[in-house]
């Protein structure tokens, strides 16, 4: 499922109901985003830059990208992958960022991942009182003058940005 | 006595032939139901599977899925 945060602000929850031959009543699946302008320093943790572009221009491969985690809160906090396209791409967190420091995590795309263009999203969530979490979207695109060879990854149902 | 008694084995069979075929129908479970991307970066598109099991014993078609 894709939804478009637009300029959306604040909690967002989305319903798509889902029909079959079974009959009524129909089936629900739910979202829930915490739609943010800019995450900044509100929150424990800061990531820079908070959307991760793998758009290669040209012949040459872009495969890999780092972001930094900065722990702005006053406890040292671990993150865990919740969800993430491991078809697409391995993810290297820190085990641990102590409080008020700033550790590197990276992307590197797989073999299929920098074959393809797609919109996809890395959600982590931290072991804070609330268990926060964070998505990260992660694009990638190949721009190559007089070529289209790549693959786009498709995603079943638009249920957003409206 | 013995035709009565092929008759009978006949209508309970046909019986539960019956009952059977109309037991048969399609089920759809939803192994994930909620999803929380938590913070998430104003225009940003977000993505995410949820899994749609087919656990009848008659084949589950999706008729239709509309956005929430």
């Given at each position: 499922?894709?939804?478009?945060s637009?300029?959306?602000?604040?909690?967002?929850?989305?319903?798509?109901?889902?029909?079959?031959?079974?009959?009524?009543?129909?089936?629900?699946?739910?979202?829930?985003?915490?739609?943010?302008q800019?995450?900044?320093?509100?929150?424990?943790?800061?990531?820079?830059?908070?959307?991760?572009?793998?758009?290669?221009?040209?012949?040459?491969?872009?495969?890999?990208?780092?972001?930094?985690?900065?722990?702005?809160?006053d406890?040292d906090?671990?993150?865990?992958?919740?969800?993430?396209?491991?078809?697409?791409?391995?993810?290297?967190?820190?085990?641990?960022?102590?409080?008020g420091?700033?550790?590197?995590?990276?992307?590197?795309?797989?073999k299929?991942?920098?074959?393809?263009k797609?919109?996809?999203?890395?959600?982590?969530?931290?072991?804070?009182?609330?268990?926060?979490?964070?998505?990260i979207?992660v694009?990638r695109?190949?721009?190559?003058?007089?070529?289209?060879?790549?693959?786009?990854?498709?995603t079943p149902?638009?249920?957003?940005?409206? | 006595?013995?035709?009565?008694?092929?008759?009978?084995?006949?209508?309970?069979?046909?019986?539960?032939?019956?009952?059977?075929a109309?037991a048969?129908?399609?089920?759809?479970?939803?192994?994930?139901?909620?999803?929380?991307?938590g913070?998430?970066?104003?225009?940003?598109?977000?993505?995410?599977?949820?899994?749609?099991?087919?656990?009848g014993?008659?084949?589950l078609?999706?008729?239709?899925?509309?956005?929430?």
């Open positions: 499922m894709i939804f478009d637009k300029n959306y602000n604040g909690k967002v929850t989305k319903r798509p109901r889902i029909t079959t031959n079974e009959g009524p009543p129909d089936k629900y699946v739910q979202i829930v985003v915490d739609i943010t800019r995450p900044d320093s509100t929150y424990p943790i800061v990531i820079k830059p908070y959307k991760l572009d793998l758009t290669q221009f040209g012949e040459k491969v872009r495969s890999e990208i780092k972001f930094t985690i900065a722990n702005v809160s406890k906090l671990e993150a865990t992958v919740v969800s993430m396209p491991s078809e697409l791409m391995d993810l290297t967190l820190p085990k641990m960022i102590k409080a420091k700033t550790a590197e995590g990276m992307v590197k795309l797989t299929q991942g920098v074959d393809s797609f919109e996809k999203t890395i959600t982590i969530q931290l072991n804070d009182d609330k268990a926060s979490r964070f998505t979207p694009k695109d190949i721009r190559v003058p007089g070529q289209d060879t790549t693959k786009v990854v498709p149902v638009n249920a957003g940005g409206h | 006595m013995k035709h009565l008694g092929l008759a009978a084995l006949l209508v309970v069979g046909i019986g539960l032939l019956v009952s059977q109309s048969a129908a399609p089920r759809l479970t939803l192994p994930e139901e909620s999803f929380d991307f913070i998430v970066p104003q225009n940003s598109k977000v993505s995410h599977v949820f899994w749609l099991k087919s656990t014993d008659d084949t078609k999706i008729v239709t899925v509309s956005p929430g």
